[in-house]
């Protein structure tokens, strides 16, 4: 063996290498596959597969952060960026997404320990539920079949693009909302559909048709309904809170008789990025009769 800057160019055998980064033969063989450590040298007669020493830290890091549960492409950004101030920043977003996801995680574990212990009346207790008489309108809108995990961005930039509309059509008419025509989660993509109320139907119809089908967007007129809601606040829009409000409502309408006409809602009345943790800025509705 030699010393110096040489050393690194020394081959060394897979099994040799293994030693040396701590990590075992197969896992070596399936970073290869992956494509997160390709060996230096692959010998074309034998098959076999040579490493540099240089290659023990990259082989170390893939290791750990595999331990992490980070996804492959994401341990690719990473190895790429070197051992810098990049890869760091790369590593701290993703950690950070993993924390964000936690925490959801366990609100909703919270939610439904709540659910499966049978108090699921004092969640909804705190739900105040009242009905109003939503008079017709003529709603511009945007459909799509979404995750649960992608709805939130998509929601504020399909209702962003339907206000800008909205000038062309008399301007906003009426509290902007998000009809469910089936369920969104992790499992299931509804669709959802982004609606605002517009002033001028003839304009309307006008933008519909030159859009055309660019978006799924559609014109209609909606029709006087009397809604069952309840008024949340930021926090509670988020997911899994917002279960509770749906929930509290549809047991609010089971206990008086009233049967669901449309798809349930979410109407945004508020300012979202103005609006405090414990600012009101969604009413969680279901059309009743």
């Known amino acids: 063996m030699v010393d110096g800057p040489e050393r690194n160019l020394e081959l060394f055998t897979i099994g040799a290498f293994a030693a040396r980064a701590r990590l075992s033969a197969k896992a070596l063989r399936l970073y290869d596959r992956l494509g997160l450590l390709a060996p230096a040298h692959v010998d074309e007669a034998t098959g076999y597969r040579y490493y540099r020493a240089g290659q023990v830290e ?4 893939v290791a750990m952060l595999r331990q992490l549960d980070m ?8 190895v790429e960026a070197g051992d810098g101030a990049g890869a760091a920043e790369l590593l701290g977003a993703y950690w950070a997404d993993v924390e964000a996801r936690v925490a959801g995680q366990r ?4 939610y439904l320990r709540g659910r499966l212990s049978g108090r699921s009346s004092e969640m909804y207790g705190k739900f105040t539920v009242e009905t ?3 008079p017709p309108q003529v709603v511009i809108s945007e459909k ?3 995750l649960a995990d992608e709805l939130p961005a998509w929601i504020g930039a399909a209702l962003g693009r339907l206000e800008e509309a909205a000038r062309e059509c008399g301007g906003v008419a009426g509290v902007p909302y998000v009809a469910y025509h089936a369920e969104v989660s992790m499992e299931s993509d509804g669709p959802a559909e982004a609606c605002v109320p517009v ?5 309307a119809r006008a933008w519909a048709e030159r859009r055309g089908r660019a978006w799924e967007t559609a014109v209609r007129v909606e029709p006087a309904r009397r809604l069952a809601y309840t008024r949340i606040t930021k926090a509670q829009v988020a997911h899994p809170q ?7 409502v549809e047991e609010w309408m089971a206990e008086r008789g009233l049967t669901a006409t449309g798809p349930c809602r979410e109407l945004y009345f508020a300012d979202w990025a103005a609006a405090g943790p414990e600012d009101p800025v ?3 509705a279901f059309p009743v009769s």
């Open 107 to 110: 609100t909703l574990a919270e």
């Open 71 to 78: 996804p492959l492409a994401r341990i690719a950004e990473v």
């Open 282 to 284: 969604c009413d969680v």
């Open 144 to 146: 799509r079949h979404t």
């Open 242 to 248: 917002i279960l509770a409000a749906f929930e509290a």
């Open 199 to 203: 002033a001028d139907e003839a304009a």
């Open 58 to 61: 990259r082989a170390r890091l």
């Open 132 to 134: 109003v008489e939503a």
